[in-house]
Protein backbone atom coordinates (compact mmCIF):
# COMPACT_ATOMS: atom_id res chain seq x y z
CA UNK A 1 0.00 0.00 0.00
CA UNK A 2 0.95 3.64 -0.56
CA UNK A 3 2.66 5.56 1.95
CA UNK A 4 0.59 8.93 3.35
CA UNK A 5 1.59 12.08 4.30
CA UNK A 6 -0.52 14.19 6.76
CA UNK A 7 0.04 17.38 8.95
CA UNK A 8 0.38 16.64 12.33
CA UNK A 9 -2.06 19.20 13.28
CA UNK A 10 -4.72 21.68 12.42
CA UNK A 11 -7.13 23.84 14.02
CA UNK A 12 -10.46 25.43 12.80
CA UNK A 13 -13.08 27.38 13.84
CA UNK A 14 -16.46 26.48 14.68
CA UNK A 15 -18.66 26.62 11.92
CA UNK A 16 -15.97 27.26 9.41
CA UNK A 17 -15.15 24.29 6.60
CA UNK A 18 -11.88 22.14 7.92
CA UNK A 19 -10.08 21.15 4.85
CA UNK A 20 -7.41 18.24 5.79
CA UNK A 21 -4.73 17.16 3.03
CA UNK A 22 -3.15 14.22 2.42
CA UNK A 23 0.00 13.60 0.04
CA UNK A 24 0.47 10.03 -1.78
CA UNK A 25 2.54 10.47 -4.22
CA UNK A 26 3.20 6.88 -5.11
CA UNK A 27 -0.39 5.68 -5.27
CA UNK A 28 -0.91 3.25 -8.02
CA UNK A 29 -4.55 3.12 -10.18
CA UNK A 30 -5.89 0.26 -8.26
CA UNK A 31 -5.49 1.61 -4.60
CA UNK A 32 -8.17 3.86 -2.85
CA UNK A 33 -8.26 6.60 -0.57
CA UNK A 34 -9.87 6.29 2.89
CA UNK A 35 -10.43 8.11 5.64
CA UNK A 36 -11.30 7.33 8.95
CA UNK A 37 -10.92 9.75 12.73
CA UNK A 38 -10.69 8.38 16.21
CA UNK A 39 -11.71 10.56 18.09
CA UNK A 40 -10.41 10.58 22.09
CA UNK A 41 -10.02 7.09 23.94
CA UNK A 42 -12.98 5.78 20.89
CA UNK A 43 -11.81 3.49 18.48
CA UNK A 44 -11.45 4.48 14.71
CA UNK A 45 -14.57 5.49 12.60
CA UNK A 46 -14.70 4.96 8.89
CA UNK A 47 -15.05 8.48 6.91
CA UNK A 48 -15.20 8.30 3.40
CA UNK A 49 -13.40 6.58 0.70
CA UNK A 50 -13.13 6.82 -3.10
CA UNK A 51 -10.67 5.90 -6.55
CA UNK A 52 -10.16 9.14 -8.67
CA UNK A 53 -13.71 10.60 -8.35
CA UNK A 54 -14.68 13.13 -5.38
CA UNK A 55 -17.51 11.78 -3.12
CA UNK A 56 -19.73 13.18 -0.53
CA UNK A 57 -21.55 11.32 1.98
CA UNK A 58 -23.10 12.63 5.22
CA UNK A 59 -20.34 13.23 7.04
CA UNK A 60 -18.02 14.73 4.69
CA UNK A 61 -16.39 15.00 0.93
CA UNK A 62 -13.68 13.67 -0.06
CA UNK A 63 -11.80 15.70 -3.36
CA UNK A 64 -8.71 13.95 -4.99
CA UNK A 65 -6.52 15.24 -7.38
CA UNK A 66 -6.66 14.80 -11.23
CA UNK A 67 -3.24 12.84 -10.83
CA UNK A 68 -4.04 11.44 -7.92
CA UNK A 69 -1.40 12.53 -5.96
CA UNK A 70 -3.23 14.06 -3.47
CA UNK A 71 -6.79 14.60 -1.36
CA UNK A 72 -8.39 16.59 0.46
CA UNK A 73 -10.96 15.83 3.38
CA UNK A 74 -13.51 18.47 4.05
CA UNK A 75 -16.14 18.73 6.88
CA UNK A 76 -18.12 21.38 5.69
CA UNK A 77 -19.70 22.74 8.98
CA UNK A 78 -16.92 21.78 11.90
CA UNK A 79 -18.40 21.34 15.03
CA UNK A 80 -16.81 20.95 18.58
CA UNK A 81 -17.36 17.22 18.18
CA UNK A 82 -15.31 16.83 14.92
CA UNK A 83 -12.50 17.38 17.03
CA UNK A 84 -10.18 13.82 16.54
CA UNK A 85 -7.11 12.23 14.91
CA UNK A 86 -7.87 12.15 11.11
CA UNK A 87 -6.38 9.24 9.43
CA UNK A 88 -6.01 9.25 5.24
CA UNK A 89 -5.03 5.71 4.65
CA UNK A 90 -4.70 4.26 0.90
CA UNK A 91 -4.81 0.77 -0.11
CA UNK A 92 -5.48 -1.92 -2.62
CA UNK A 93 -9.17 -3.20 -2.24
CA UNK A 94 -8.83 -7.01 -1.23
CA UNK A 95 -9.77 -10.31 -3.39
CA UNK A 96 -12.72 -12.05 -2.26
CA UNK A 97 -11.76 -14.25 0.67
CA UNK A 98 -8.68 -12.04 2.04
CA UNK A 99 -8.69 -9.29 4.27
CA UNK A 100 -8.66 -6.22 3.76
CA UNK A 101 -5.83 -4.68 6.09
CA UNK A 102 -5.45 -1.35 7.05
CA UNK A 103 -2.33 0.44 7.74
CA UNK A 104 -2.62 3.42 9.83
CA UNK A 105 0.21 6.59 10.16
CA UNK A 106 0.30 9.22 12.97
CA UNK A 107 -2.86 11.13 11.28
CA UNK A 108 -4.24 15.17 12.02
CA UNK A 109 -4.74 16.10 15.00
CA UNK A 110 -7.57 18.43 14.37
CA UNK A 111 -9.04 20.84 16.59
CA UNK A 112 -12.01 22.90 16.64
CA UNK A 113 -12.33 25.92 18.38
CA UNK A 114 -15.08 28.08 19.49
CA UNK B 1 -26.92 -4.20 16.52
CA UNK B 2 -24.29 -3.62 19.11
CA UNK B 3 -21.62 -3.88 16.11
CA UNK B 4 -18.51 -4.79 17.98
CA UNK B 5 -17.73 -5.19 20.98
CA UNK B 6 -14.76 -5.87 23.36
CA UNK B 7 -14.30 -6.82 26.94
CA UNK B 8 -12.37 -6.29 29.26
CA UNK B 9 -12.44 -2.29 29.28
CA UNK B 10 -9.95 -2.16 31.04
CA UNK B 11 -7.46 -4.59 32.64
CA UNK B 12 -3.77 -4.33 34.56
CA UNK B 13 -2.01 -7.20 34.54
CA UNK B 14 1.65 -8.32 36.13
CA UNK B 15 4.53 -9.47 33.85
CA UNK B 16 3.96 -12.67 33.58
CA UNK B 17 0.19 -13.01 33.83
CA UNK B 18 -1.59 -14.26 31.19
CA UNK B 19 -4.93 -13.09 29.56
CA UNK B 20 -7.33 -13.75 26.63
CA UNK B 21 -8.88 -10.39 25.24
CA UNK B 22 -12.21 -11.24 24.01
CA UNK B 23 -14.09 -9.53 20.47
CA UNK B 24 -17.63 -9.76 18.98
CA UNK B 25 -19.47 -8.58 16.38
CA UNK B 26 -22.91 -8.86 14.90
CA UNK B 27 -22.94 -7.57 11.68
CA UNK B 28 -21.88 -11.31 9.68
CA UNK B 29 -18.84 -10.16 8.99
CA UNK B 30 -16.40 -12.66 7.69
CA UNK B 31 -13.18 -10.89 8.84
CA UNK B 32 -12.01 -9.90 12.06
CA UNK B 33 -8.91 -8.07 13.14
CA UNK B 34 -6.68 -7.22 15.95
CA UNK B 35 -4.37 -4.13 16.63
CA UNK B 36 -2.83 -2.14 19.54
CA UNK B 37 -2.26 1.67 19.44
CA UNK B 38 0.72 3.17 21.82
CA UNK B 39 0.72 6.32 23.26
CA UNK B 40 0.74 8.66 20.31
CA UNK B 41 0.89 6.36 18.07
CA UNK B 42 -1.03 5.12 14.78
CA UNK B 43 -2.66 1.16 15.22
CA UNK B 44 -0.85 -0.96 14.40
CA UNK B 45 -2.18 -4.87 12.95
CA UNK B 46 -1.47 -7.46 15.48
CA UNK B 47 -3.33 -10.18 13.23
CA UNK B 48 -6.29 -10.77 11.78
CA UNK B 49 -8.80 -13.35 9.86
CA UNK B 50 -10.08 -13.34 6.57
CA UNK B 51 -12.73 -15.59 7.42
CA UNK B 52 -13.78 -18.12 10.20
CA UNK B 53 -11.33 -20.65 10.18
CA UNK B 54 -8.53 -18.97 9.23
CA UNK B 55 -5.81 -16.22 11.03
CA UNK B 56 -2.87 -14.48 9.60
CA UNK B 57 -0.10 -12.45 11.28
CA UNK B 58 -0.25 -8.80 10.62
CA UNK B 59 2.49 -6.53 11.64
CA UNK B 60 3.32 -7.25 15.18
CA UNK B 61 2.62 -10.38 16.12
CA UNK B 62 5.32 -11.54 18.39
CA UNK B 63 3.75 -12.53 22.11
CA UNK B 64 0.57 -12.82 20.94
CA UNK B 65 -1.96 -15.51 19.26
CA UNK B 66 -5.81 -15.55 18.51
CA UNK B 67 -8.39 -17.88 18.02
CA UNK B 68 -11.10 -17.50 15.59
CA UNK B 69 -13.93 -19.15 17.53
CA UNK B 70 -16.67 -18.99 15.15
CA UNK B 71 -18.02 -16.26 12.75
CA UNK B 72 -18.44 -13.82 15.64
CA UNK B 73 -15.91 -14.07 17.69
CA UNK B 74 -12.02 -13.63 18.08
CA UNK B 75 -10.12 -13.66 21.14
CA UNK B 76 -6.56 -12.11 21.71
CA UNK B 77 -4.31 -14.45 23.63
CA UNK B 78 -1.12 -12.85 25.85
CA UNK B 79 0.62 -15.91 27.16
CA UNK B 80 3.33 -14.17 29.33
CA UNK B 81 2.20 -10.13 29.60
CA UNK B 82 5.39 -7.96 29.53
CA UNK B 83 5.60 -4.10 30.20
CA UNK B 84 5.87 -3.83 26.48
CA UNK B 85 2.63 -4.76 25.57
CA UNK B 86 0.67 -2.36 27.55
CA UNK B 87 -1.15 -0.84 25.13
CA UNK B 88 -4.81 0.02 23.67
CA UNK B 89 -6.05 -2.82 21.85
CA UNK B 90 -8.81 -2.60 19.11
CA UNK B 91 -11.03 -5.43 17.47
CA UNK B 92 -12.19 -4.84 14.27
CA UNK B 93 -14.73 -6.60 11.57
CA UNK B 94 -15.23 -5.59 7.80
CA UNK B 95 -17.64 -7.38 5.42
CA UNK B 96 -16.08 -10.66 2.93
CA UNK B 97 -13.54 -8.74 0.72
CA UNK B 98 -15.59 -9.35 -2.76
CA UNK B 99 -13.54 -6.75 -5.05
CA UNK B 100 -16.56 -4.07 -3.93
CA UNK B 101 -15.94 -0.49 -2.73
CA UNK B 102 -18.46 -1.88 0.02
CA UNK B 103 -15.35 -3.20 2.42
CA UNK B 104 -15.33 -0.89 5.47
CA UNK B 105 -13.80 -1.90 8.80
CA UNK B 106 -16.09 -1.04 12.11
CA UNK B 107 -13.85 -0.83 15.25
CA UNK B 108 -15.04 -1.66 18.60
CA UNK B 109 -14.23 0.72 22.02
CA UNK B 110 -10.98 -0.98 22.58
CA UNK B 111 -9.36 -1.88 25.95
CA UNK B 112 -6.72 -0.63 27.95
CA UNK B 113 -4.27 -3.04 29.27
CA UNK B 114 -1.67 -2.05 31.53
CA UNK B 115 1.09 -4.35 32.29
CA UNK B 116 3.17 -3.79 35.32
Known amino acids: DAKTTQPPSMDCAEGRAANLPCNHS???????VYWYRQIHSQGPQYIIH???NNETNEMASLIITEDRKSSTLILPHATLRDTAVYYC???????????????FGTGTRLQVTL | NAGVTQTPKFQVLKTGQSMTLQCAQD?????MYWYRQDPGMGLRLIYYSASEGTTDKGEVPNGYNVSRLNKREFSLRLESAAPSQTSVYFC???????????????FGPGTRLTVL
Open chain 1, 50 to 52: GLK
Open chain 2, 92 to 106: ASSPKGNGLSTDTQY
Open chain 1, 26 to 32: TISGNEY
Open chain 1, 89 to 103: IVRVLPNTGTASKLT
Open chain 2, 27 to 31: MNHNS
